[in-house]
């Protein structure tokens, strides 16, 4: 018989339950009676496991995951230990996490059927989670839904980066209807003003300046001009403009205007130099703007070029998406359709036509610019809407390269390729990226590391510099550091002693089967002297072979003596030296092996006696 479960999930973790007989009450009419009933609910569906969250960013992960019809490897792993492995099947609630369950291997169930499941468990089981999320306490569920309500809301509202477009239209919306506004305001003031003082129109070209002087000069005849030189001096910025817009004021041909005319002239004088304030306002804010969301298409196109090329196509993401030829002709959609239905030539730019290289470009050479910067914009674009952090180093380096390519067009020489200079780009951009993240890295270390913690350490390490002067001045004692120092130095005492003592025994190994070898050696010469038949030869044969076996004892003797005193010195000067001991044990040996050999020539000396006497 098949056992189903269900999953529960909370704000405070994972339930999972078991159902008593589900394939006669899995219907709607027979849920709602189960559930109408606490006692009957509590017989029907009992209580399996339990899977806390831990934290809060733990709850945040899993729900976000959940509602993206997502499995953890927290939710995954509950189930694995909780459910078993065959003979079972899982009634969850949403499909999307049925699905991916399924995939998963899980036996799931997700119909109408367990919505109404659902309901009785937050119905009566929400005291029982509370009671096993807050470790056998009263505890209040809600607190753990609006925590975790507040915080899956924070995530949803985070700025993301390329979602920023949005302003960026806005922005370049506002702009273009205020460039627009204030043009044709300006022109108002000036032809308003203008039937007063009409001369000043051609003297100051610029509509913010010229509504500045407005308000200050105000009546031309009455304004005084000495005092006022020094105002009109500051908004002007040359002395030379000032006199001649005295001279013109003197030589002027306007007629005078009524007090409310003027006052009216005035006011709008000084909102059109507010609204321009805005506009300059609103274009470094564009600045700021796609610093963040588009910086490298910014430095090849320029800000208001890139607002109008992201808006036209409506987000960054589908700018990325289009080629370079849809982003030369971007904005000539009418022009386009027009040449195709006529078959005339088709329109060569769009809105790039507004781009200071296609505006230094001869004409000649306008069409090849216009295909090179739509091509270097939609590199730009999909740089700016897919790389990991913002940064406006291929555009810089498309920059130069664009300059390159205007003086190559006017007949300059030729300039690097396009592959070279992203690959150098490239190598700038993974050492900026590297170098961020170390500092995300450090950061967050810093972060989330507690303040707790560094006192303590600070403490510690006071505590332990106040003990040991105490310590040192109360017993007097050697500390532990030279102890350790002690045994390391007993223990290569011990070492050097031995391979002293090994090559002592080596060197009297030596020096034995050099005393062993004369004597059997004459021995043989003494069978050879047999066979001749010299007896006179046989006692001057004995008499060396006595000779020597008594010199070669006394040297051995007087070599393992010498060999004694090296061990001893070398263990005296281990003790004291510490540890450079090992070298000098080295040389010692060596030492003594050569002292071995003198000691030994003696007997080479006898040997050879011998065997002069054993031949005569």
Request: hydrophobic share 40%; net charge positive.
């Amino acid at each position: 018989m098949t056992k189903t479960f269900f999953l529960f999930e909370t704000a405070a973790g994972y339930a999972l339950y078991q159902i008593e007989q589900w394939d006669q009450i899995g219907h709607v009419e027979a849920m709602e009676e189960v559930c109408s009933s606490e006692e009957r609910f509590k017989e029907t569906v009992k209580f399996k496991a339990f899977q806390p969250f831990t934290t809060a960013s733990d709850a945040l992960e899993n729900i976000r995951a959940v509602v993206e019809g997502e499995v953890t490897a927290m939710l995954s792993s509950f189930l694995s230990l909780n459910l078993p492995k065959k003979g079972t099947q899982l009634a969850v609630v949403d499909p999307g996490l049925g699905k991916t369950l399924s995939a998963k291997g899980f036996n799931v169930v997700y119909d109408p059927n367990v919505v109404e499941l659902l309901r009785g468990c937050r119905q009566h089981e929400m005291k029982n989670i509370a009671r096993l999320a807050s470790g056998a306490s009263a505890f209040d569920m809600d607190k753990f839904h609006v925590g975790l309500s507040h915080n899956y809301s924070r995530s949803k509202l985070q700025i993301d980066p390329r979602r920023m477009d949005k302003p960026v239209i806005n922005c370049v919306a506002l702009l273009d209807s205020l460039t627009k506004n204030l043009n044709s305001f300006a022109m108002r003031v000036r032809e308003w003003y203008g039937w007063h003082f009409p001369e000043l129109i051609k003297i100051v070209p610029d509509n913010k300046i010229y509504c500045q002087v407005v308000q200050i000069i105000c009546r031309k005849d009455k304004f005084d001009w000495e005092a006022g030189a020094a105002e009109l001096l500051k908004v002007l910025g040359d002395e030379d403009i000032v006199a001649n817009v005295k001279k013109a004021a003197g030589q002027s041909i306007g007629h005078e205007l009524s007090e409310p005319c003027m006052e009216n002239i005035l006011n709008f004088a000084k909102q059109v130099v507010k609204l321009e304030e805005m506009r300059e306002h609103l274009n470094t804010h564009l600045a700021n703007k796609l610093a963040v969301t588009a910086p490298n298409l910014s430095e090849v196109a320029g800000n208001i070029l890139t607002g109008r090329l992201i808006s036209h196509a409506g987000s960054l993401v589908n700018l990325a998406k289009m080629s370079a030829s849809s982003i030369q002709i971007l904005g000539a959609e009418k022009a386009l359709f027009r040449a195709l239905k006529t078959r005339s030539n088709t329109p060569k730019y769009g809105l790039i036509f507004q781009a200071n290289f296609i505006g230094r470009a001869s004409l000649k050479h306008k069409g090849r610019a216009a295909r090179y910067l739509a091509n270097k914009c939609a590199l730009a674009a999909r740089l700016d809407c897919f790389c990991d952090v913002n940064t406006n180093v291929y555009g810089k380096r498309m920059v130069e390269l664009l300059g390159k390519r205007m003086e190559y067009l006017a007949g300059g020489p030729q300039h690097e390729t396009s592959i070279e200079v992203m690959q150098a780009a490239a190598k700038e951009y993974q050492a900026i990226k590297a170098q961020k993240a170390s500092e995300k890295r450090t950061r967050d270390a810093l972060e989330n590391a507690p303040q707790h913690e560094s006192a303590h350490d600070v403490s510690m390490v006071s505590g332990s510099a106040d003990a040991e002067p105490a310590d040192d001045a109360s017993s007097g004692t050697v500390t532990e550091k030279p102890a350790k120092k002690s045994k390391k130095a007993k223990k290569d005492k011990s070492k050097k002693s031995d391979i002293a003592e090994e090559a002592a025994t080596e060197d009297t190994a030596d020096v034995a089967v050099a005393s062993v070898a004369p004597q059997k050696e004459p021995k043989k010469k003494s069978k050879k002297s047999k066979a001749e038949g010299g007896a006179s030869g046989k006692d001057s044969s004995s008499s060396a072979t006595d000779a020597s076996s008594t010199s070669v004892t006394a040297t051995t003797a007087v070599a393992a003596s010498k060999v004694e005193e090296a061990n001893v010195a070398a263990a005296v000067t281990s003790a004291e030296e510490g540890p450079k001991k090992r070298k000098k044990s080295k040389q010692d040996k060596s030492a003594d092996v050569a002292e071995a050999a003198e000691v030994g020539k003696p007997a080479k000396k006898a040997k050879k006696n011998k065997k002069k006497a054993a031949s005569e």
